[in-house]
């Protein structure tokens, strides 16, 4: 968020967090990129100790009753650390989110206030190996027996694979039924039946023990069904709304100010970099950029937390602040390696990891490609679904009524 606009309070929650995040060691973050760690356990635990996790949640659960502006504000600290920790931060959010709105008071009791408190950890279990992008053609299953669910499937690249306590589950109960009319969602115990197949060796976003997992036949109690029996397509979209506004954040000014820092001093040509049109022309563009998507976002998040406008209208806008922060760090983040030359590439500095982790974002939690399914979507329903508003620019042309008739042919 633009400084100049902070409250005080939110001034003094950035500074909360500012000290979450100095006081990781540099060797976790290290271990984590090397696989050493395979999940953040302490970093969630003392974000949890310092009441800093799902701070748009309400106090009765564990939260601060505070705004998604705010969990914006958080995760611009956050994100410095690498994606892996942001990730983890916000699948409390993500999670949350389900059982926040969809839960039973003993859900939210047994799994809401321990996942804020960082005692329990959670995980998302989407995407399947068959496709992630095609959601709803999911093929896992859970068949109600008696006072259970058996759920068989499996499910790939879900972050905390290995560290995770429990995870949230979309299944189909009604695999004969429309697509949309077919799943439900199950909080998932570590437990007989559930076991890690498979841990990626990632690009990048190390240290989550992201894998694959296989339920078989496992038996999950009914009463961790959260909301309505085949009903979780509502879910999903609720879920979509943490899951994708999330990136909103923007984490690259960290990288683009130690680039900044740099040009200052590196010379070329006896002459520091930071004096080339080719060098510092880059970096105003990447402040331009960073601080559209700042803006952005928060109009976005603020929107979104006071339900202005239809649903359809919210999709379209959450889906093109995820698409836009994520594209745009990257772009940023390439050109921050591009100034630094040779340097950059290595390890001596920490935009590669930055680079290799900020890759993954225009993929996970619905590809660009996604994206713009929703927003050409939701735009097409939106300007269709009335007349012309505003000033009618079509009869703004020097040609006649009938003229026109023999140019714009539709058909
Ligand atoms: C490191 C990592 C962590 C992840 N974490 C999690 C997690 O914790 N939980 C979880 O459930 N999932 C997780 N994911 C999964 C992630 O969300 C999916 O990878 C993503 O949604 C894409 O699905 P897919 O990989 O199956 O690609 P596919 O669905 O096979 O898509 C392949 C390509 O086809 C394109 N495409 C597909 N359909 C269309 C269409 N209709 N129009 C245009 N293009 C299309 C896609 O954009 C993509 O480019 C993670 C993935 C990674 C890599």
Redesign the pocket.
């Known amino acids: 968020m633009f400084e100049v606009l902070m409250s005080e309070e939110q001034k003094k929650l950035r500074d909360e967090v500012r000290d979450l995040v100095k006081s990781v060691p540099r060797q976790m973050i290290l271990d984590m990129d090397a696989d050493r760690i395979t999940f953040p356990t302490e970093f969630l635990q003392e974000a949890g100790r310092r009441n800093l996790l799902g701070l748009r949640f309400p106090r009765q659960w564990g939260g601060r009753g505070l705004t998604w502006n705010e969990e914006l504000i958080a995760l611009e600290e956050i994100g410095p650390l690498g994606i892996c920790f942001s990730?983890q931060y916000s699948?409390v959010s993500i999670v949350g989110e389900t059982i926040k709105v969809y839960g039973t008071d003993e859900q939210k009791e047994k799994y809401l206030k321990p996942t804020l408190a960082g005692t329990r950890f959670c995980?998302?279990?989407?995407?399947?190996?068959?496709?992630?992008?095609?959601?709803f053609g999911a093929t896992s299953t859970a068949r109600r027996d008696g006072d259970y669910y058996i759920l068989n499937g499996q499910?790939?690249?879900?972050?905390?694979?290995e560290g995770a306590d429990y995870f949230a589950v979309y299944a189909k109960t009604a695999p004969d039924a429309a697509p949309h009319e077919s799943m439900s969602l199950l909080l998932v115990d570590r437990g007989e039946g559930v076991s890690v197949k498979h841990v990626?060796g990632?690009m990048?976003?190390r240290g989550?023990g992201?894998g694959r997992l296989l339920f078989k036949d496992v038996r999950v109690p009914a009463e961790n069904l959260v909301g309505e029996e085949h009903q979780a397509t509502k879910i999903f979209w609720q879920m979509m709304i943490p899951e994708r506004l999330a990136s909103g954040a923007v984490s690259a000014w960290a990288s683009l100010a130690l680039v900044a820092r740099y040009a200052n001093r590196r010379k070329a040509f006896g002459q520091t970099i930071r004096n080339y049109q080719g060098v510092n022309f880059k970096i105003a563009d990447c402040i331009t950029k960073l601080d559209a998507v700042t803006a952005f976002a928060h109009t976005v998040a603020e929107i979104v937390e006071k339900e202005l406008g239809p649903a359809g209208y919210r999709r379209r806008l959450v889906s093109e602040v995820k698409k836009f922060s994520t594209q745009t760090q990257w772009e940023v983040l390439n050109d921050c390696m591009q100034i630094l030359g040779g340097i950059g590439y290595t390890n001596a500095l920490p935009i590669e990891r930055e680079l290799r982790g900020s890759r993954?974002c225009t993929?996970?939690?619905?590809?660009?490609?996604?994206q713009?399914?929703i927003i050409q979507h939701e735009y097409f329903k939106e300007v269709l679904s009335k007349g012309v508003e505003g000033r009618d620019i079509a009869a703004d042309v020097p040609l006649t009524e009938e003229e026109l008739s023999e140019e714009i042919i539709y058909e």
Do not use: Q
């Open positions: 990730c699948l995980a998302e279990a989407l995407t399947e190996p068959r496709g992630g992008s095609d959601f499910k790939r690249f879900v972050v905390g694979a990626y990632l990048g976003a989550n992201t993954l993929i996970w939690t619905g590809t660009t490609e996604i713009n399914t």
